[in-house]
């Protein structure tokens, strides 16, 4: 099991930063990967960014260039920084863990905060 925590949402205006902290319950280099994806009301949940065990980071295309993830593997935690914010990053974000344990691999997710771009 892993249980995440996340922190850091909130209000924040168009041009602005937030950022986002997971605290996992585990050592990040017992974890194939951990991620951050978004929800937005009506749509679908995708994939913002992805680091694994390597520190190989995959971005969405829509935040290239404005978000950047990185990990603190001292403190088990891993943020997105998030900068130049749009309307459009309006969403629940989830902090999300890949374990693999004897062949398999498990999807954990953290309970989501909301983070909102408005004037």
């Known amino acids: 099991q892993v249980e995440l925590v996340e922190s850091g949402g909130g209000l924040a205006q168009p041009g602005g930063s937030l950022r986002l902290s997971c605290v996992a319950s585990?050592?990040?280099?017992?974890?194939?990967?951990m991620g951050w994806y978004r929800q937005a009301p009506g749509q679908q949940r995708e994939l913002v960014a992805v680091?694994?065990?390597?520190?190989?980071?995959t971005y969405t295309d829509s935040v290239k260039g404005r978000f950047t993830v990185s990990r603190d593997n001292a403190k088990n935690t891993v943020h997105l920084q998030m900068n130049s914010l749009k309307s459009a990053d309006t969403a629940v974000y989830y902090c999300?863990?890949?374990?693999?344990?004897?062949?398999?691999?498990?999807?954990?997710w953290g309970q989501g905060i909301q983070v909102t771009v408005s004037s």
């Open positions: 999300s863990a890949i374990r693999r344990l004897l062949g398999r691999e498990y999807t954990y």
């Open positions: 585990r050592s990040l280099s017992s974890l194939k990967a």
């Open positions: 680091i694994n065990s390597g520190e190989t980071i």
